[in-house]
């Protein structure tokens, strides 16, 4: 595994997730624990991306999601699923893109400074619902279709490469 990754930050977002994702692939290593890859990911993304204030994964169990890998601040711990714009996506299994989160109904709100995010849905080999990954941004409008293409391709290396309903939370 490569433990440089190096990311040139003059580069186009587009750019940047087409040498991101290869190195993403190489990074995820079913033979280590779901909750190192899961760490390591959100550690690629905050460093690749100065848009990002907040990365994380919500992880399903029963009806709710809970706070799992993230960097960024401390943040809410429990979201019941249908709830927020991460319970949103988990509940319809959809990427959602929010581009000022005031406008978003029941946005909850764990850092006053968030203004936009991106929240998908990640599945299990099974294509259950495991968790959502959930971005967010002080800057309004900093998530498109080029984020939701690429993310949903680090998702899907997720659901490929481990078997993610293994993983239970205590
Ligand atoms: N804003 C999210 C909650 C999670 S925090 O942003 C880290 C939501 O509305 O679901």
Do not use: R
């Not at 848009?51 to 960097?71: A, E, P, R, T």
């Not at 995010?117 to 309004?140: G, H, K, M, Q, W």
Request: aromatic share 8%.
């Amino acid at each position: 595994m490569s433990e440089n990754i190096n990311i040139d930050q003059s580069l186009s977002d587009e750019k940047k997730y087409q040498l991101l994702i290869p190195q993403i692939e190489a990074l995820i290593d079913s033979d280590i624990p779901i909750i190192s890859n899961l760490s390591n990911i959100t550690a690629v993304l905050m460093d690749a991306f100065v848009k990002i204030s907040w990365v994380g994964f919500y992880i399903k169990k029963n009806d709710k999601l809970f706070l799992g890998s993230f960097q960024g601040k401390v943040a809410c711990t429990t979201i019941k699923i249908g709830n927020g714009v991460c319970g949103t996506s988990a509940a319809n299994m959809e990427t959602v893109i929010v581009k000022d989160v005031d406008s978003f109904p029941g946005h909850i709100a764990c850092d006053a400074g968030s203004k936009s995010e991106i929240v998908l849905p990640v599945l299990d080999e099974t294509n259950n619902l495991f968790a959502v990954l959930d971005i967010d941004s002080y800057d309004y409008s900093s998530f498109n279709e080029v984020d939701k293409n690429y993310l949903e391709q680090v998702c899907d290396l997720l659901s490929t490469k481990l078997k993610l309903s293994e993983f239970s939370l205590s």
